[in-house]
């Protein structure tokens, strides 16, 4: 998913415009659109660009590594596992990954890279979708959780990790932080990239605590195209809070996967949440 509040260095235009997350899309900003309509065939065929960007080996293996060693010799439990981007990769390290995916299309490019024994994978919606058993960890990349356009759906995300994990098991979470630093008093959007041949414009309600990306890419020809990725944005406080309201601590916060100090001029954050167990 491409959302401005990540940053992942390297990443080419192409990449970016590709990378969109899953959304229920609000009718008082961007009209009634289904995700079905979003979320379809024609950008699941395209989601994917191995060795570039987000699939690039320099972002997935730190992430890779991480979840193994989290995961330890226990399952893992990926929402909104997509094309099976970090998913594939954490498989084929040994670890027993199951996905929850509400998009179909989707669902189906990830069968192109590996069938239902190497990684079940159930639909629906991460706030409910129930998969069988039980996981020693849970994992939501890429900023997938401030997808869910609501607090209330967003606390039901950890409370169904919650239900997923065994005592004493991890939910992370890799999410950007707001950059409303960048937001002049009085003024709703700001440019948050600019690339040859790519623009991100945001455009922030910040009562409401929504941004929508909007996506523009365009060539020689003068023709652009728009891809918008609406988001409920979410303050590492905020997140610390829902974690506890459904049994988490905080056990570490760091800047990316590789462990670097999470400060307040980061721009992004992965959270260890572990599940209590009294």
Request: with cysteine.
């Amino acid at each position: 998913m491409a959302i401005a509040l990540r940053t992942a260095d390297g990443l080419s235009a192409n990449s970016r415009a590709k990378v969109i997350g899953r959304w229920r899309l609000p009718a008082d900003r961007l009209g009634v659109m289904r995700q079905e309509d979003v979320w379809n065939h024609q950008v699941a065929q395209r989601y994917d660009t191995p060795g570039i960007g987000v699939f690039s080996a320099e972002v997935l293996e730190p992430a890779v590594d991480r979840l193994a060693e989290l995961a330890g010799d226990g399952r893992a439990l990926e929402f909104a596992v997509g094309t099976g981007r970090v998913a594939v990769p954490l498989a084929q390290r040994g670890v027993p990954v199951t996905g929850i995916e509400l998009s179909g299309p989707m669902i189906g490019q990830l069968r192109t890279k590996a069938d239902e024994t190497a990684i079940p994978v159930f639909a629906g919606d991460m706030t409910t979708t129930r998969a069988p058993g039980t996981y020693a960890l849970v994992y939501l990349v890429y900023n997938a959780i401030s997808c869910l356009q609501t607090q209330s759906e967003q606390v039901a995300c950890f409370r169904n990790a919650a239900r997923h994990l065994t005592p004493g098991g991890r939910f992370v979470i890799e999410l950007g932080v707001p950059d409303l630093r960048s937001l002049p008093p009085g003024q709703r959007a700001i440019v948050a990239k600019v690339e040859p041949g790519y623009i991100i414009l945001d455009t922030y309600d910040v009562p409401n605590q929504h941004l929508v990306s909007h996506h523009f890419t365009y060539g020689a020809d003068n023709q652009a195209q728009l891809w918008r990725s609406p988001h409920r944005y979410i303050w590492p406080s905020e997140l610390d809070l829902m974690a506890k309201l459904a049994g988490f601590e905080l056990e570490a916060r760091h800047a990316d996967w590789a462990g670097a100090e999470f400060t307040a001029e980061s721009r992004s954050h992965v959270s260890v949440y572990r599940l209590m167990t009294s």
